[in-house]
């Protein structure tokens, strides 16, 4: 059976018309895994602009990408039409977000896109030669990718079978209590794991403290103010030091109460864990993985996807060169268990 196709919009300034041109080129073929993407020149002749527009494209929109630039920012029908319907579409569960960050701007505290979880990783896509632009793109698209298989996952999550007409019929005569219908098995498995979850992962955006069980749960990793370190501190005398905040591909990041727009992350080595700039990309997010004591590995997203062997969150408790985090491969030791705190 065909599955249906993930329907893509992207929004983006009139001047960065550039842009555009390139994230449609990369993402070009995705096409080949039923992946449909439109912006404003897709509208028909004749048609009436904005009803397909806002509608037909945004409105039925699956994924919804913001190449954000300068004149982005700018726009007032980027930033005041746009951009609002997309955010109201995505907090009633309807689409995903997916930002990306293509030339360096600087967005106020209150601007509405300043907690968004932004693609490429390490910064922008416009940078100093070709190569890095091509290498960035590349970046956006497998992102892209990405969001398009959770917007999958989301959808089987969600999907079950028709009830047949003898199965109805019977439930009607009492012979089968009206819960019982036949959903896939597919379906039954991703429901209870969606529902596990839901009911075993802590909540977001609350301020917690991350405890390691190595060390006999006393010590919690805590923000350090000098640049991109953390240190491990006695769990009971630190104040909780991150907002926990559950993304839209099924990842999360740890973002810093102390200081805004810095994250538990990796260095682009994968090798150093420590505070960095959240900046948007793989280099913040991670994926929790639940062990049968009760604690969590934390799995580097950064790691993922460059296609190198699974490494988490690991706790060196004597460092040498005073880095007590890094990433390792993943073994199931205590250094690598971690339980996020209530607040």
């Known amino acids: 059976m ?8 992207v929004a983006y300034a009139r001047e960065d018309k550039h842009h555009l041109l390139n994230f449609r080129k990369y993402s070009a073929d995705l096409a080949w895994d039923g992946v449909e993407i439109y912006d404003d020149r897709d509208i028909p002749t004749g048609a009436g602009w904005e009803r397909v527009l806002l509608e037909d494209y ?7 990408a913001l190449l954000v630039t300068p004149s982005f920012l700018h726009s007032t029908y980027c930033m005041e039409v746009e951009l609002p319907q997309a955010m109201k579409r995505r907090d009633a569960g309807e689409c995903v977000l997916f930002p990306v960050k293509v030339e360096p701007c600087l967005m106020a505290k209150g601007s509405p896109l300043r907690k968004l979880q932004w693609t490429p990783s390490g910064g922008t896509v416009m940078g100093d030669s070709p190569f890095h632009e091509a290498r960035k793109w590349r970046d956006v698209a497998k992102a892209l990718s990405r969001s398009v298989e959770g917007v999958r996952r989301s959808r089987e999550a969600r999907q079950g079978e028709d009830v047949p007409p003898h199965l109805e019929n019977e439930s009607r005569k009492g012979r089968l209590p009206r819960w019982v219908v036949p959903v896939s098995a597919t379906a039954v498995v991703l429901a209870l794991v969606i529902a596990w979850r ?34 491990m ?34 260095s682009d080595s994968a090798n150093i864990v420590g505070s960095w700039p959240c900046g948007g990309g793989v280099n913040s997010t991670w994926r929790m993985e639940h062990s049968s004591d009760g604690y969590l590995q ?12 699974a490494k988490c ?3 060196i408790p004597e460092p040498r060169d005073g880095v007590p985090l890094r990433l390792k491969r993943c073994d199931g ?3 690598q268990k971690w339980k996020i705190l209530d607040p």
Request: aromatic fraction near 6%; include cysteine; proline fraction near 6%.
């Open 313 to 315: 969150l690991t706790h």
């Open 2 to 9: 065909t599955k249906p196709p993930v329907r893509v919009f």
């Open 333 to 335: 030791g205590d250094v």
């Open 298 to 309: 934390l799995r580097s997203s950064y790691v993922e996807d460059k296609g190198s062997e």
């Open 198 to 231: 839901v009911a075993d992962s802590p909540s977001t955006a609350e301020v917690r403290n991350i405890e390691n069980k190595a060390v006999g749960g006393s010590k919690c990793i805590s923000y350090f103010r000098e640049p991109n370190q953390v240190l």
């Open 58 to 64: 945004l409105g039925k929109a699956d994924i919804v």
């Open 233 to 266: 501190r006695d769990c009971s005398t630190t104040e909780p030091d991150w907002v926990l905040r559950s993304l839209d591909d099924g990842y999360v990041k740890f973002e810093s109460d102390v200081k805004p727009d810095v994250c538990l992350g990796v």
